[in-house]
């Protein structure tokens, strides 16, 4: 799983600090630092952060199925 955070975006709510602090965490007040490869085993925490970020600024890319070909393709 891939987590990228708009940080021009994030306003330091830190609702995704609260809910999942191993791969989100507030440095200082204001400064949001994350674990860009946050473990399969914290996706449920990671989804639930996203859905719950106030700008919608974290992006979640779940990697599983990347090798299969795209829909309506000819392999």
């Known amino acids: 799983m891939r987590v990228v955070v708009d940080l021009s ?3 330091g709510y830190a609702q995704c600090a609260f ?3 191993d791969a989100f965490r ?3 007040e204001e400064a949001l ?3 860009p490869g ?3 085993a914290r ?3 990671v989804l639930r ?3 719950a970020c106030p700008v919608q600024a974290i992006l979640v890319d ?3 199925g990347r090798d299969a070909p795209a829909e309506g393709s000819s392999s």
């Open 19 to 21: 809910l999942a602090p």
């Open 38 to 40: 946050a473990s399969n």
């Open 33 to 35: 630092m994350y674990d």
């Open 62 to 64: 779940q990697l599983e």
């Open 26 to 28: 507030m440095h200082g």
């Open 43 to 45: 996706r449920d925490q």
């Open 9 to 11: 975006r994030c306003e």
């Open 49 to 51: 952060a996203a859905a």
